[in-house]
């Protein structure tokens, strides 16, 4: 009787990490394949939502509407864009799109979405009292965005009036927001259809690549914010 060997399919949404295994009746090594597990990861192959023209895009879209003063919260902001995507180097963001860059838009301090509650309260008061407030907010996470609009309709900030907000993953909740949120949707079902491609493939042809980096390009979801 062959032995049963299985292959492995990850799935790795935001901080829940699923993994779902195929156990196939072949004589074949382990093959592994990933979706949106983090280019960090050596280990197998990986399919990742390229966040960098994700970004670029909302911001454009900022800049079209005439927003010049655009305010973002920013993790770790020493990371560059090779290390974690949509944690690139700030900057980069603000000189591809021709917009003036101000250290005071950008909120740096890293937050989880369990414990941000205070950070984005502090960032929005900070931001309200200078002497040229931001007139448009990016989101790095559609999570934070509901408490982003709860601070500013408690300063009586009217939305999109003025303030416009972008985020990014279009998580549900986008559509439950009043205005409801545009974002940059992460295409998941792109990706998940780009790694069982892989997987089967690899499976044909009887090897395993922990080599092989596909992006795929996010798109922006407009709405009403």
Known sequence: KRKEKEKNFYFNDTATTEIYTLSLHDALPISKVGVNYGLFSNELCNVECDDFPGIIDAFEFFKKFGHRKIATFWENPALTIE?????????????????????????????????????????????????????????????????????????????????????????????????????????????????????????????????????VKPDLIIRES
């Not at 974002?183 to 069982?196: D, H, S, Y």
């Open 83 to 215: 290390e974690k995507p949509r944690r690139c180097h700030i900057q980069d963001v603000y000189e591809l799109t021709g917009l003036p860059y101000d250290e005071r838009y950008i909120w740096k301090q890293n937050f989880s979405e369990f414990q941000h509650d205070a950070a984005i309260g502090q960032a929005i008061e900070y931001w309200l009292s200078l002497p040229e407030p931001p007139t448009a907010i990016f989101s790095i996470g559609d999570t934070y965005v509901p408490c982003i609009y709860e601070h500013l309709k408690e300063k009586r900030i009217k939305l999109p009036e003025e303030m416009s907000i972008i985020g990014f993953d279009n998580e549900p909740l986008g559509n439950d927001l009043r205005p409801k949120l545009t974002t940059v949707n992460k295409p998941i079902a792109e990706m998940v259809k780009r790694a069982i491609g892989v997987l089967l493939e690899q499976i044909s042809n009887r090897e395993c690549r922990s080599d092989l980096k596909i992006l």
